[in-house]
């Protein structure tokens, strides 16, 4: 069984940053990919960043040269550092892993920009 367990988030102005990071209970390399994803009232859940296994990285088109994941295999985490923070980057945050076509989820974050 996978554990996902995000932590970083909570309330900022807009213009500011705020570092989430994602906690594995499995290496990190046992993924085929990992990523952020996000979930606005009302909104579906998106896509904001992933990584693969090779280390190739995908943005939204929303969140480029703002955002940048990451990945550290000492801690075993994948982190996403977020800059100049919009109010429409307002959601929930969740961790995502892929082995195969098996995908786990974090419990999830709250990111919250607002002045």
């Known amino acids: 069984q996978v554990q996902l367990v995000e932590s970083g988030g909570g309330l900022v102005q807009p213009g500011g940053s705020l570092r989430l990071s994602c906690a594995s209970s499995r290496n990190i390399f046992d993924f085929n990919d990992m990523g952020w994803y996000r979930q606005a009232p009302g909104k579906e859940r998106e896509l904001v960043a992933t990584?693969?296994?090779?280390?190739?990285?995908n943005y939204a088109d929303s969140v480029k040269g703002r955002f940048t994941i990451s990945r550290d295999n000492v801690d075993n985490t994948v982190a996403l550092q977020m800059n100049t923070l919009k109010p429409e980057d307002t959601a929930i945050y969740y961790c995502?892993?892929?082995?195969?076509?098996?995908?786990?989820w974090g419990q999830g974050t709250q990111v919250t920009v607002s002045s």
């Open positions: 995502n892993a892929r082995i195969l076509r098996y995908y786990y």
């Open positions: 990584v693969n296994v090779g280390g190739i990285t």
